[in-house]
């Protein structure tokens, strides 16, 4: 557990990827896990805020842990059995999500109001899959995905 901070960047951001593929495979067991030791990663690197705070690391170091802090929590969302659980996180993540920079690419790939519009869809609860569509778009007015999945409901 002693690592330096690109590597814990490094590793968590690995061991989001894998438990998203745990999900896409429906083997929620392995993304539970996964899921477990991302929250350790992500409280190490906490730890290390202090620690590098002064260093040259600081100013990459921070953007990459606010954006692992949304991505754990629109992750707790999927792996949640309860779907007023599952709503919660997904609202805690759009909440903690970095505003968009016109200036900077994006921290985060995609917009979590649009994975809250799946969940919703996947739920059936598609008003408000269109309305989480309607913002995601708002907040990033040209991700393709938003669009193409609203305008499929609104057919």
């Keep these: 557990r002693n690592m330096d901070p690109y590597s814990a960047i490094l590793l968590a951001y690995q061991l989001y990827a894998d438990a998203s593929i745990s999900l896409g495979k429906k083997d929620i067991a392995t993304a539970r896990k996964l899921h477990a030791k ?27 842990l606010s954006s692992l802090v949304v991505l754990h929590k ?38 979590i109001e649009y994975r809250l519009g799946l969940y919703q869809m996947k739920i059936g609860e598609i008003d408000a899959a269109k309305e989480s569509f309607q913002n995601a778009l708002r907040r990033r007015p040209l991700y393709l ?11």
Excluded at 53 to 61: G, I, K, L, V
Excluded at 145 to 155: F, G, H, P, R, T
């Design 38 to 64: 991302l929250a350790v990663i992500l409280s190490d690197m906490q730890e290390m805020q202090n620690q590098i705070s002064q260093s040259y690391e600081f100013p990459y170091f921070l953007p990459a």
């Design 145 to 155: 995905k938003a669009q193409v999945a609203l305008d499929s409901l609104n057919k």
């Design 74 to 111: 629109e992750l707790t969302a999927h792996v949640s059995e309860d779907v007023g659980l599952a709503y919660n996180w997904y609202q805690s993540a759009i909440e903690a999500q970095p505003s968009e920079s016109r200036l900077l690419p994006p921290e985060i790939l995609f917009p």
